[in-house]
């Protein structure tokens, strides 16, 4: 059964930091490429970062380029997200999703919503200021 488990998320203070997790089964995460993306109340899903597969090729969103960084454990099977001087800005509910209709082995990603992704529960990032 294929599965993606994020956890991680919680309360922290603005300019803090907090590391989010992508427990995948089902599938590997050096097979398919893993996107986060986010939704804050009232605004539409977007996508904040994703690692390629087969390269490793990490891609941000502008406003979080330079404080979040991804990446993966493959024995692990999980992909993380490393949240840096966290801002207001930030909060919203965290997903990892995987489009497992691409092909294997891609040597890129995406951070677009259109896609066929398979999605995590989601789990919750609130900053306080």
């Known amino acids: 059964e294929v599965q993606l488990q994020a956890s991680g998320g919680g309360l922290v203070q603005a300019g803090g930091s907090l590391r989010l997790s992508c427990k995948v089964s089902g599938f590997t995460v050096d097979g398919y490429s893993i996107t986060w993306f986010r939704q804050a109340p009232g605004k539409t899903r977007e996508g904040v970062s994703c690692i390629a597969s087969s390269t490793g090729l990490t891609y941000y969103a502008d406003p979080v380029k330079g404080r979040f960084a991804i990446s993966r454990d493959n024995a692990e099977n999980t992909v993380y997200l490393q949240m840096d001087a966290v801002s207001p800005e930030d909060a919203a509910v965290y997903y990892c999703?995987?489009?497992?209709?691409?092909?294997?082995?891609?040597?890129?990603?995406?951070?677009?919503?259109?896609?066929?992704?398979?999605w995590g529960q989601g789990t919750q990032v609130t900053v306080s200021s």
């Open positions: 999703a995987a489009d497992l209709t691409q092909q294997k082995y891609w040597m890129s990603c995406e951070l677009r919503l259109a896609r066929a992704w398979t």
